[in-house]
């Protein structure tokens, strides 16, 4: 591999999410007393992503997103009585402690380390992923975590990267690497900054975007063979 620098996202890459907001939302849920069904996850996880989408477009802030997305979801379910704004602090304590990894992601790290500089690029809550990475058997393979709640600036925006490359001192941007499972987010921002990108698409989900990443795999450990 040419390269000596990946940007890892984190969620949905490197951290199988998908577990840890199942449990973090059951959990809060139960301290309302409220069941969880599997149609209770798959509404929440509609209206969580649609307003991600709307976070990368710069046209809600992220606290705007924590509550109305809790806001949406009462709603839906004809809920009153619940204020969102408690409800996503209960869920996003328990968020923090979601630090499973998805399928090869230790090993994957474990060997790439031992040539390459490892860092994690997020739009995750600040406090959330750094309890996650902390809690998480990867944390010694990486050398930097880049929240965008710290920086100021979100993926896609160049802004986030400059500071990235800044920070890391990076020059050459053909020898950096951007890794993740968001075409609009992760693959998206490196492109337009002229960064190589892979694609990580373990379902195998359509592209119905217009970039197209520079590699696309299904496994974590195809990285292994780039």
Known sequence: MKYTTILFDADGTLFDYDKAEALALETALAKYGLP???????????????????????????????VSRFEGLFSELGLSGIKA???????L????????????????????????????????????????IKKSLIKK???????????????PDARYFDYVFKTLGLRDKSLVLVVGDSLTSDIQGGANYGLDTCYFNPSNKQNSYSVSPTYEIISLTELLRL
């Not at 509404?43 to 924590?66: H, V």
């Not at 328990?94 to 090993?107: D, I």
């Open 36 to 66: 969880m069904p599997p149609e209770t996850h798959l509404l929440y996880r509609k209206i969580n992503q649609s307003k991600w989408e709307l976070f990368e477009q710069g046209a809600i802030s992220k606290i705007d997103l924590q």
């Open 85 to 91: 704004d408690k409800f996503n602090a209960d869920y």
């Open 141 to 155: 393979f990486i050398t930097d975590v880049f929240v965008s709640e710290d920086i100021g600036f979100s993926k």
């Open 93 to 132: 304590d328990r968020l923090a402690e979601g630090a499973q990894l998805t399928e090869y992601a230790y090993e994957v790290c474990a060997e790439l380390a031992k040539t390459k500089r490892l860092a994690i690029i997020t739009n995750g809550v600040a406090k959330v992923q750094f309890g996650r």
